[in-house]
């Protein structure tokens, strides 16, 4: 199918005229239907999306998705969550606005772990998202139904937001690139707050070079979000060369030394070995690249850290969720009773739970004891890294401890047990508000993994550019998953 192309080449074929907008458009929608059947990841598919000229804009008429958590004004935009399940906003966000203007057209909304909490794409209202490599696997979230659809080619790319690492490991999950911006690059006026110190606004596409495209287009000082900075002197597509000579990168040895793991398991050793394999391939065109031991109780702090901060924020920011101005209403004689049906009858177990941590952390008596410590952790994580970035031109990791895990085995990935740092070392880029992609890189048991490049604010054009360079040297850029109606059911 055409629609599989990436954007580049997509605005090359339709300046020659070689497909129409209608045409991808229409792909588009049947291939969403497909993915529906086969992997549930939209909440709403937009039948009779307006057709725009081809321009000399890049991103004029090409099709996309919108992640369920940005307002779209006349669309239905739930978070799948059931406290909004039939809310329509009034107003789009200003990111969407932006690439509307740019001539891109929205063929659907995509399903997310509720209002972006949780990492497995099973706690959508509209239920569970399959992966398309393989059906009985997770895609990971939060970002799930988009990352999903841009690996089966319903269309070169979807929006994701990203708080603790939800573009990025379902793009790893799902074999393609997320990408998200330094914080504040992108407006996030209209994306639902969850977490709003770490919340960036992102996309998912399947190759570096598109990212940069659609972080061009979404990109943007909003006096809306007063994060938002004017980045107009920055143009990361055209910047993009490619030249990493000379460009020093790190990783963090002991989290990635299999050494440090007691039994590893056939997996997660081939997964390393992986790794190590595709940090040649940069060593071997002049990029520097040195392990580095960063203080263990400063790393396995990550994990709480985030579970502190997002959990009471997202308490915060969730308290408008009450049924009385949007969102069905609850049942009760009073206000308060409605409130507490419409939560108790609305928010999965997963989000109440994560309420229950945010009160508790947010109580007075409880508030220089867990937020403002995990605040001061915060910042020594983050000085650590910028001191680090003043000798580096990146971090380089494995996103994961390898790949996506079967669906009927998930977890919170906001738990404090069990936890590996492999797993949840992204958060990295939350805290900082650092840019930070994750590329493919290979197969372990005929599923994708992916690797990460994360660098200091401000610095996207470096990370893309690192990126680029490595996705040029792997046979993965622009591979769309093989998605059959038989596939491994
Ligand atoms: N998996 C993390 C969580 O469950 C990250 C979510 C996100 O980035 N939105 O909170």
Redesign the pocket.
């Known amino acids: 199918m055409k629609i599989e192309n990436t954007i580049e080449d997509l605005h090359q074929m339709l300046n020659n005229k070689e497909v129409t907008v209608e045409e991808l458009v229409n792909e588009s929608l049947s291939k969403s239907k497909l993915v529906q059947k086969e992997c549930n990841a939209f909440v709403t598919i937009i039948e009779n999306p307006i057709i725009k000229e081809v321009n000399s804009n890049l991103l004029s008429g090409i099709p996309y998705g919108i992640k369920d958590n940005y307002s779209t004004k006349g669309i239905l935009s739930t978070g799948s969550s059931n406290t909004l399940k039939d809310y329509i906003p009034f107003y789009t966000a200003t990111c969407i606005e932006n690439l509307e203007k740019c001539g891109a057209i929205a063929i659907n909304k995509t399903a997310?772990?509720e209002f972006?909490?949780?990492?497995?794409g099973t706690t959508c209202h509209t239920g569970i998202v399959k992966n398309p490599w393989n059906k009985l696997h997770m895609c990971?979230?939060?970002?799930a139904g988009s990352a999903a659809a841009v690996a089966a080619g319903v269309y070169p790319f979807a929006l994701g937001?990203?708080?603790?690492?939800?573009?990025r490991?379902p793009a790893a999950f799902c074999g393609i690139v997320g990408y998200k911006p330094t914080y504040g690059m992108i407006s996030r006026y209209g994306l639902f707050p969850?977490?709003s110190s770490?919340?960036h606004c992102g996309c998912l596409t399947r190759s570096v070079k598109d990212a940069a495209i659609v972080v061009d287009a979404m990109k943007g000082l909003d006096k809306n979000d007063q994060t938002s900075w004017d980045s107009s002197n920055i143009h990361l597509y055209n910047s993009i060369d490619g030249q990493v000579k000379g460009k020093k990168l790190f990783y963090i040895q002991n989290i990635v030394d299999l050494e440090n793991y007691t039994n590893p398991s056939k997996e997660l050793k081939e997964h390393i070995n992986n790794f190590y394999k595709t940090l040649d391939l940069l060593k071997k065109d002049g990029v520097e690249v040195e392990g580095i031991n960063i203080d263990k109780a400063l790393l396995n702090a990550i994990p709480s850290v985030?579970v502190c901060l997002?959990c009471a924020e997202a308490t915060s920011n969730m308290s408008n969720l009450t049924g009385i101005i949007f969102g069905p209403r609850g049942k009760g004689e009073n206000v308060t009773d409605m409130m507490i049906d419409h939560r108790t009858q609305g928010f999965s177990p997963l989000i109440k739970r994560?309420f229950v941590i945010g009160s508790y952390i947010l109580q007075k008596e409880n508030q220089e004891k867990y937020f403002v410590n995990a605040q001061r952790v915060r910042r020594l994580i983050v000085d650590k890294m910028k001191e680090l970035f003043k000798t580096y031109d990146g971090l380089i990791m494995p996103v994961s401890t390898g790949p996506a895990p079967l669906l009927d085995n998930p977890k919170?990935?906001?738990s404090v047990d069990d936890v590996s740092v492999l797993e949840e070392h992204l958060?990295i880029g939350?805290f900082g508000g650092f840019p930070s992609i994750t590329i493919p890189n290979g197969f372990i048991n005929d599923l994708p993994v992916g690797i990460n490049i994360t660098g200091n604010c401000y610095d996207d054009i470096n990370v893309l550019n690192i990126a680029y360079h490595l996705e040029s040297k792997m046979p993965y850029k622009g591979q769309i998953a093989p998605l059959k109606e038989d596939n491994h059911e």
Do not use: E
């Open positions: 997310l772990d972006g909490m949780g990492g497995t990971a979230g939060s970002s937001s990203d708080t603790g690492d939800s573009i490991k969850f977490a770490l919340d985030y997002s994560r919170d990935s906001v958060q939350n």
